[in-house]
């Protein structure tokens, strides 16, 4: 039970390279952005709980800024990936 956290995560990664690789649209980049912030979330529940239930201003903001932040990471992976893939001969 305990390796199934490093497991979705390693899948979340490897999708965001997949969807590069294979040369999907960059679109994709904002709805992967989602489930990459709704894991991080999920992961620093601790730290999001409070905000979860006040849901004043800090929390849109936080939200926001979280998913900004994850869309940068995947938006990187996505290139990477789609770098790879041009290296191949996709």
């Given amino acids: 039970m305990q390796y199934i956290k490093p ?16 040369g999907i649209s960059p679109w994709i980049i904002l709805l992967v952005g989602i489930v990459f912030t709704a894991a991080y979330i999920q992961d620093k529940w601790f730290l999001w709980h409070d905000l979860f239930q006040r849901r004043d201003r800090a929390f849109y903001q936080s ?27 996709l």
């Fill in 7 to 22: 497991l979705l995560g390693i899948g979340l990664i490897a999708i965001a390279l997949y969807v590069g690789f294979v």
């Fill in 63 to 89: 939200l926001l800024i979280t998913y900004l932040i994850q869309v940068v990471v995947v938006a990187i992976l996505y290139l990477l990936g789609l770098g790879i893939g041009r290296l191949i001969g």
